[in-house]
């Protein structure tokens, strides 16, 4: 059997006549930038992520920069951010000439430790940017509190986690902004590329927007330099289309997971994912992810010494002497594609070793980074396909 790590076609059987209609119908129209998909998007985002506001724009790294930006964060700021995440989350604090400065992740729950954010913060400390990674919330509650108190703004990353909640709220309604990426394999995914920024504040929406396009408030009147990016209208129609089933996806989703835990669980070496705990708080599961722990190596040895290697020489290197590494290849031989989100912390990328920024120790991600591997997880993955990837893995622990 092939189990994919990830798969829209499946979708096509329920919602492929409406999605061709949709697309043909903006061609036809003659209406691609801007127009009516996307005014009616942007309403019903806002609406099912309970803001006042919901501007989209080209990608999820585009929505965080134009966050950043509409917060005039830039040259001379810091801000405080995971390591743990994909690079975009790093990389767009850069790109508006700010400094990211990580701080390590909770063992438990994957996500930025909010017990070391009050030693990170420094006299040009601005935000607060924390990822609510996989989808698993992250605490809101506390990160308010603590930017409250030193007088940060907060950007939440909700790429990952469209649909969950903190508190009640949806992620992204709780910040001064949130940045959301409709990236195909995220739970709300386009047909290419596309994002949004989510915001109650009115001042900070207009100027996202008009840092979206060229710094434009009137048609080539021009007060910031901004970017081009929009949401495309196509890319709009098709998630007017999925917009509807998103709970519903996200209630499978829900269903696998907590298969995965019934299933998987009590096995040696093997970690669980935090399930949604008791309180009212949602993880939406845009990934399952198990951590295989090794033995006693020191991973952040080998990774100290591969730096100055290429990356596919560390790729080359660091596999199988790891245990999650051998699952992997496991796993493939027996025709399920599984994924490591993240192999190498954006700490250890080439293009932060080279700034030579000083790090407090990472070692939480570092060590994760050696041993997570998410599993199948989409809504149309069927019972027999992950019963398949569970007694693989059972027979390969
Ligand atoms: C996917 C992702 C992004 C970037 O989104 P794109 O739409 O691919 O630009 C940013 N942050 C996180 C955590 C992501 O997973």
Not at 230 to 249: E, G, S, T
Not at 257 to 266: G, T
Request: some cysteine; charged content about 20%; glycine content about 6%.
């Amino acid at each position: 059997m092939q189990v994919p790590s990830f798969s829209l076609k499946k979708q096509l059987s329920e919602i492929g006549p409406e999605l061709n209609s949709a697309i043909l119908k903006v061609i036809e129209s003659g209406h691609y930038i801007g127009g009516l998909e996307v005014e009616k998007f942007e309403k019903s985002f806002a609406e099912n992520i309970s803001v006042n506001h919901a501007i989209g724009c080209n990608s999820g790294t585009d929505a965080l920069i134009l966050a950043l930006r509409a917060l005039n964060i830039g040259y001379g700021d810091e801000v405080i951010t995971p390591s743990f995440s994909f690079f975009a989350t790093a990389e767009a604090i850069s790109n508006v000439g700010a400094r990211p400065v990580f701080v390590d992740v909770d063992p438990n729950n994957y996500l930025l430790d909010l017990n070391l954010i009050k030693e990170a913060i420094t006299s040009s400390t601005k935000a607060i940017l924390p990822v609510h990674l996989f989808g698993y919330p992250v605490n809101m509650d506390k990160v308010l509190v603590l930017a409250k108190e030193n007088n940060l703004r907060v950007i939440e990353d909700c790429a990952q986690a469209v649909g969950s909640t903190w508190g009640g709220k949806p992620v992204g309604s709780i910040g001064d902004l949130g940045c959301f990426s409709f990236f195909p394999t995220k739970n709300l995914g386009a047909s290419g590329d596309g994002g949004a920024v989510t915001t109650n504040d009115s001042e900070l929406a207009v100027r996202v927007r008009e840092l979206a396009v060229h710094g434009m408030p009137k048609r080539y009147f021009h007060t910031d330099l901004g970017y081009n990016s929009r949401l495309d209208a196509i890319q709009a129609a098709v998630l007017n289309v999925k917009l509807p089933f998103l709970f519903r996806w996200i209630n499978k989703r829900k269903k696998i997971a907590q298969r995965y835990q019934v299933l998987l669980r009590d096995l040696p070496n093997l970690e669980l994912p935090l399930d949604t705990r008791e309180d009212e708080n949602i993880h939406s599961w845009n990934q399952f992810v198990i951590r295989v722990r090794s033995s006693p190596t020191n991973n952040t040895k080998i990774y100290e010494n591969n730096l100055s290697l290429d990356l596919k020489k560390i790729y080359e290197e660091l596999p199988n002497s790891y245990s999650r590494d051998c699952l992997k290849k496991n796993l493939l031989s027996n025709g399920i594609n599984t994924i490591i989100y993240y192999p190498i912390p954006i700490h250890l990328q080439p293009a932060y070793k080279k700034l030579n920024y000083k790090y407090t120790t990472l070692k939480n991600t570092e060590i994760l980074c050696s041993e997570v591997l998410s599993l199948p997880i989409f809504p149309e993955l069927s019972e027999k396909e992950q019963d398949y990837v569970v007694n693989t893995i059972i027979q390969s622990i």
